[in-house]
């Protein structure tokens, strides 16, 4: 079975101080690993795919790299409007469900 | 052009009713998905529909049921209810649901047993 492990749970930052966040994947042929934002009281949005191990995607304070094991979800000098909850998810072969980590809560304060 | 869009957007249920959730997808999407979303978790999945057709099912128990109409949109309906099953109900949907589409998620149905 599919399991993603996100950490840290929670991730306090001052405004502008750069951090990562991690997301940990067990999955039979990886089709695809996603990133989404998700804020209080609304659905998570989408943020980037990754399909395959060294790939990257940018948008802007928002970088995700992916490694066979794991993917990163760097923030560069992160804003206020940055604080969110951030979730990861996979996808395996012939699965159409999409597979979540718990998440991690980012607080930016300025 | 609209996202996914669901209703109602909050509900207050007892146990033992029976519940209908609504999704209408985006534009040109065929396929949606359900999840359920209890706090301080990520979504967990329940159903994903494609022209109509039940693609996927995850461990769910049966009081769980769901359907999509010719117009693409999708009822998600759940029996005899459960404190348990209060929580945000999330629909999603992608062009074709192929498995490496992104899926697209509605602001879902905050749904309280009491």
């Known amino acids: 079975e599919d399991q993603v492990t996100q950490s840290p749970e929670a991730l306090r930052l001052q405004e502008g101080e750069s951090s990562s966040l991690n997301c940990s994947y067990t999955?039979?042929?990886?089709?695809?690993l996603f990133w989404y934002r998700q804020d209080p009281g609304k659905g998570p949005e989408f943020l980037f795919t990754?399909?395959?191990a060294g790939e990257e995607k940018e948008k802007e304070r928002l970088k995700a790299t992916l490694t066979k094991k794991e993917s990163f979800l760097h923030i560069t000098a992160p804003k206020p409007e940055d604080s969110a909850t951030y979730l990861c998810a996979v996808r395996g072969s012939n699965d159409y469900k999409l597979s979540f980590g718990a998440g991690t809560t980012v607080t930016v304060r300025a | 052009d609209a996202g996914v869009t669901q209703s109602p957007t909050h509900l207050i249920k007892t146990r033992g009713q029976h519940v209908t959730l609504r999704c209408s997808p985006i534009s040109g999407h065929k396929s949606v998905s359900w999840y359920q979303q209890v706090l301080g978790q990520g979504p967990q999945f329940i159903f994903q529909?494609?022209?109509?057709?039940?693609?996927g099912r995850g461990n769910f128990p049966d009081r769980f049921s769901a359907r999509q109409f010719p117009n693409y949109s999708s009822e998600l309906n759940v029996n005899a209810l459960l404190l348990g099953d209060s929580a945000l109900y999330l629909c999603?949907?992608?062009?074709?649901?192929?498995?490496?589409?992104?899926?697209?998620f509605g602001d879902g149905t905050r749904l309280s047993i009491l």
């Open positions: 990754l399909y395959s």
């Open positions: 999955v039979s042929g990886l089709r695809g």
């Open positions: 999603a949907s992608s062009q074709q649901g192929d498995v490496a589409e992104p899926q697209h």
């Open positions: 529909y494609y022209e109509k057709e039940e693609r």
